[in-house]
């Protein structure tokens, strides 16, 4: 995953209690970023731990830009290890990025490249999140 960029000032939970986040996207970014297994709510099996290329941690690889817009990167060791946290931390990412976004597909391109980042990847990576993720 490259690194984001900031994406928003506004607060996760300014997104509203209406727009939950669907399972495909958690699912789908965690079989891509990791090879990990999510259903039902838990992840299953978390596969592959290290770190991404540029800093990125935890089963949905959260980008070290991503965190710091979060105010959490003194977290950045815990997310690496603690699977709760690190889903917190990327619920409250990708609320952001729907909110800038308006809807998943582009919610999931923004979280990989940043909304300036490379469209056609973030449109071909959105893609193998939601193929991954709409697996039985």
Same mark, same amino acid.
């Given at each position: 995953m490259s690194v984001l960029f900031a994406i928003t000032a506004a607060g996760a939970s300014e997104v509203g209690p209406y727009e939950p986040i669907p399972d495909w996207v958690i699912a789908g970014i965690a079989a891509v970023e990791s090879g990990s297994t999510y259903r039902e709510g838990n992840l299953v099996h978390y596969r592959d731990r290290r770190d991404g290329a540029d800093g990125e941690v935890g089963p949905w690889q959260m980008a070290p830009s991503a965190l710091s817009d979060l105010g959490v990167s003194h977290l950045r060791s815990r997310i690496r290890v603690e699977v709760v946290l690190a889903e917190s931390m990327t619920r409250a990412w990708l609320l952001r990025? =729907?909110? $800038? +976004?308006?809807?998943?597909?582009?919610?999931? +391109?923004?979280?990989?490249?940043?909304?300036?980042?490379? $469209?056609? $990847?973030?449109?071909?990576? !959105?893609?193998?999140? =939601? +193929? !991954?993720?709409?697996?039985?």
């Open positions: 990025c =729907f909110r $800038r +976004a308006g809807n998943w597909n582009l919610a999931v +391109a923004f979280y990989h490249t940043g909304p300036g980042g490379d $469209r056609r $990847r973030g449109r071909l990576y !959105a893609e193998r999140v =939601f +193929a !991954a993720g709409k697996l039985p």
